[in-house]
């Protein structure tokens, strides 16, 4: 009746790089929860919170032991969904300060929050199946 649940097949990378990488994931979404439950928008907690530039600080320190791995995938992923959304925000900066462009950087601002959240859901569900992320 209470057969043991199989652990996913690792790959060959070590057990605690896996950790690592859901640790990495648990960051950014702790930054989306703040920019969702606070005063800044979740573009900007994911960018600018701490817990978000920790996760990059990890992903730049600890990318060299995971490549060759399916684990690269996820810290590729995670770099480029930080630094893209960076590029876009100074997008959203630039359009905030003309008049005409303050419609569409709100519409913007939005649609970036939830690519954000999109990605590291997306990212956080393919590392619990223990594959590479698309």
């Not at 989306?32 to 439950?37: K, M, Y």
């Not at 995971?66 to 690269?72: I, Y």
Request: net charge positive; aromatic share 12%; with cysteine.
């Amino acid at each position: 009746m209470n057969e043991p649940v199989p652990s996913p097949d690792l790959h060959g990378v070590r057990p605690s790089l896996v950790q690592l990488t859901h640790v990495i994931y648990g960051l950014h979404a702790l930054a989306v929860l703040i920019g969702v439950t606070s005063s800044a928008t979740v573009a900007g907690g994911f960018v600018f919170g701490l817990p978000s530039l920790i996760a990059v600080f990890l992903n730049y320190l600890k990318r060299g032991e995971v490549a060759g791995t399916w684990l690269e995938s996820h810290f590729a992923w995670q770099i480029r969904t930080f630094w893209f959304t960076a590029l876009w925000l100074v997008a959203y900066g630039v359009l905030i300060i003309t008049i005409i462009g303050i419609p569409l950087a709100w519409i913007m601002i939005v649609l970036l929050g939830l690519w954000v959240g999109y990605r590291v859901i997306c990212g956080w569900l393919a590392l619990s199946a223990g594959r590479p992320v698309a």
